[in-house]
């Protein structure tokens, strides 16, 4: 397989809403939601985000996907993500913010 035939997905935005979705933004022009709720469970990475709040102000975009920079300072190795093709693979919505 030639790799230039191949498409790998980039988020560029995320919005994350009041209910623990995130609206990802991809490089193709595709908007994607993402229901992050059932990650969120005690004792596992993702644990943070079950503040809400923290939840929305910590996402972000780090390394081409949706993260959440918990240590601060968009320092990869201290943030929470969710695979790019994960995300890709959740149905195309239209953009909320249009």
Not at 10 to 17: A, D, G, M, R
Not at 28 to 50: A, C, H, M, N, Q
């Amino acid at each position: 397989m030639r790799m230039e035939n191949c498409f790998w997905p980039k988020v560029l935005q995320v919005v994350p809403t009041d209910d623990w979705q995130i609206y990802a933004y991809f490089n193709d022009g595709s908007v994607r939601l993402f229901d992050v709720k059932p990650l969120i469970r005690k004792g596992t990475v993702f644990e943070p985000l079950s503040d809400i709040l923290f939840f929305k102000s910590k996402a972000t975009v780090i390394n081409d996907t949706a993260a959440w920079d918990i240590g601060g300072g968009r320092n990869p190795r201290k943030c929470v993500d969710i695979d790019p093709f994960t995300l890709y693979e959740m149905p195309q919505v239209n953009d909320p913010l249009l």
